[in-house]
């Protein structure tokens, strides 16, 4: 499941949606828009307990315990601020949703949480024939779904042929499966996938496989969201037991996961609508675990000495998007992006008068890395990093001089164009998002000591006019896949929309002839790793050379939770990596409850009941659900 960040929509030899994909990403650019803060899940965890205590285990026998063993239920619960758009891991595209799906499906590849490496996941191992146009895949043998009956090749070969053939079944993933010619699975452990063109992405096939015995009678995938009938069968580490829209989702560990049942008894997720709230509940100890902290929060919360905050390496960018003119697949334009960022000139003078420096140790106040390239540094393979004569610096005198090459003469401390209009740009910036904002305030200063002006338009809602064309400048990022491959395919001629009225799956509008030969040169190298590295970094050199996209930073994974509530939880890559947001389900899977949480904390913001041998999640009357929104991160989108 890739970015889904994210989300997010994952990689594929052709990233052209199906008319299906088209018209639910057309709904979902309208409902998902909004702060990257937001969309950014603010997260918070908590043990659970059956009672006053908000953080301790709903003990049978009044006994502690660290295992969640007979006689001792813990349950991890995660505030989040995005609505579930669907739980069928066939329309499933926002992070929250995204993520719940990988707690109930597994894939057959996973990303390795130390090295990020494909590893074997539901296939234990997987190889390429008749020059990579047919990829044989070994199913892993006994593994079971929650419901006891066996999990075989035939589940991924109708997984697979009904994305192929179903334009509901590929509203999500469908690019995955545009270059799969057959697939057929000739027994229970082997699965064979045919394609048109070699694929590298069939490496790392991290896409969720649901079993044919429940989905074969749904009658219409376009509109089955998997949440009526409980438990709900799976194949990850935990089985959906309840659902309520906008209020809670709930599940409990799986007995029968491959890689051996989880140490937390239930996960549930709540919702929390600021990250203030989630912060103070933490203090309190009402919950656990709190992503996507400002750094003004990790401050605070330094010295606390039941609070760990984890400041990792992020597997985001940040950065100012260039509208290049909106236009579809034939070439029609619409929008109305401002005519001189046409101009190269005119881009590189506003990316000389950007401070980068000045944005990481100031707006992220140190807690992220200078950008430059399209892929993070965590990602070594493909970071890539401009050299010395290709960098576009900070140099506001090179600024004036490019302006006044461009024909924009400073009159009166404005720049004007030949027709005497000044140059004024319009910025769209997520309203939820305090580094949009901080940011957004530099750049007045900096574009304004040109004479350009700049208005600053901080929405709740940016998908619509980014869509339909009508900005200037953006804000956006992306969180990116150890397999590149979708947040390079975003920028592809083949992702723009077939239509003005049809929203494709480009990022930005952006069409480079020699981005597209690098681009199908990295998907055929499935068997050159090395190579594929070396295309992906000549893509981003293309890219940054257009102007259109300027990466301000690489922002960390700032997180914090409460050492007496969890004994240990699994970052990604270990050691300095993210908790939230990870490519696979680490960290939930493999959280270890404390012993016991401490009985002095006040307040029970997790509200756990005890009744009838089921735990009932009971959401705080404060806890607030967003509307769903386009623009937001980690898989996905900001």
């Known amino acids: ?111 390795d949480v130390k090295t990020q ?20 895949y070994t199913i892993r043998d006994g593994v079971e779904w929650s419901d006891g009956r066996p999990l075989t090749a035939e589940d991924a070969r109708w ?39 070699p694929q590298a992405t069939m490496n790392s096939m991290d896409l969720p496989i649901v079993p044919k015995h429940v989905w074969k009678d749904v009658d219409n995938l376009g509109k089955f969201n998997n949440d009526a009938d409980f438990p709900v069968v799976g194949s990850g580490p935990y089985v959906l037991t309840d659902f309520k829209t906008d209020s809670y989702v709930t599940f409990e560990r799986n007995e029968n996961f491959w890689r051996g049942a989880p140490k937390f008894d239930e996960v549930t997720f709540k919702y929390y609508k600021e990250t203030d709230a989630a912060v103070a509940a933490l203090r309190k100890g009402e919950v656990s675990f ?18 760990k905050v984890n400041d990792g390496q992020g597997r985001r960018f940040w950065a100012i998007a260039v509208n290049p003119g909106a236009r579809d697949v034939e070439g029609r334009t619409f929008g109305d992006g401002h005519p001189a960022l046409l101009d190269p000139k005119v881009r590189k003078a506003l990316f000389h008068a950007v401070d980068r420096d000045v944005i990481v140790n100031k707006v992220l106040q140190g807690h992220g890395v200078v950008g430059a390239g399209y892929i993070p540094p965590r990602f070594a393979d493909y970071h890539w990093k401009p050299p010395a004569d290709q960098e576009v610096g900070y140099d506001p005198q090179e600024a004036a001089r490019l302006l006044d090459e461009a024909g924009y003469e400073l009159k009166d401390g404005k720049r004007v164009g030949k027709d005497g209009r000044p140059l004024d740009f319009r910025m769209l910036c997520h309203a ?20 350009i002006g700049l208005d600053l338009q901080c929405l709740d809602n940016v998908g619509d006019p980014w869509v339909a064309g009508e900005y200037d400048l953006a804000f956006d990022g992306w969180s990116v896949n150890p397999d590149p491959d979708f947040v390079l395919a975003i920028h592809t001629c083949a992702a723009l929309p077939e239509s003005e009225d049809v929203v494709g799956q480009t990022d930005n509008f952006i069409c480079d002839k020699e981005f597209d030969r690098l681009y199908a040169e990295q998907l055929a190298a499935y068997d ?67 012993a016991a949480a401490s009985e002095d904390d ?8 005890l009744g009838g041998g089921a735990a009932v999640v009971i959401v705080a009357a404060a806890s607030v659900v967003f509307t769903l929104r386009r623009r937001a991160t980690a898989e996905d989108r900001e």
């Open 1 to 111: 499941m890739q970015p889904t960040d994210e989300n997010a929509f994952p990689p594929g030899p052709s990233p052209r949606p199906t008319p299906a994909a088209a018209r639910h990403r057309r709904r979902l650019r309208h409902a998902l828009c909004a702060g990257a803060a937001a969309l950014a899940l603010v997260g918070a965890a908590a043990v659970g307990p059956a009672g006053p205590a908000a953080a301790t285990s709903a003990q049978d026998n009044g006994d502690g315990g660290d295992d969640g063993g007979d006689g001792d239920r813990t349950v991890l619960t995660a505030a989040v601020a995005q609505s579930v758009d669907s739980l069928s891991p066939f329309l499933a595209v926002t992070l929250v949703a995204t993520t719940l799906n990988r707690l109930m499906y597994d894939s057959l590849v996973n990303y």
């Open 117 to 136: 490496e494909p590893i074997p996941g539901l296939a234990e191992k997987w190889e390429p024939s008749d020059a990579g146009r047919t990829w044989t």
């Open 159 to 197: 997984t697979f042929h009904t994305m192929m053939t179903d334009d509901a079944a590929g509203t999500a993933n469908g690019s995955y499966v545009t270059n799969f010619e057959k697939v057929s699975a000739p027994d229970p452990r082997t699965l064979v996938v045919e394609l048109k063109e």
């Open 290 to 307: 709190v992503p996507d902290l400002t750094p003004a929060h990790a401050a605070s919360l330094a010295d606390h000495p039941d609070i």
């Open 432 to 451: 939820t998002d305090p580094k949009d904002k901080a940011a957004g305030k530099y750049l007045e200063e900096w574009w304004g000591a040109l004479g």
């Open 528 to 594: 050159d790793p090395a190579g594929r590295a070396e295309a992906v970094k000549e893509m981003q050199s293309v890219l940054y050379d257009t102007g259109y996209m300027n990466v301000l930073a690489y922002p960390n994974s700032v997180e914090a939770y409460r050492t007496d509530h969890i004994k240990s939880i699994t970052a990604m890559p270990a050691g300095n990596g993210n908790i939230w947001g990870q490519d696979g389900s680490w960290s939930w899977a493999t959280a270890v409850p404390a």
């Open 602 to 609: 006040d307040g029970s913001a997790l509200g756990v009941v």
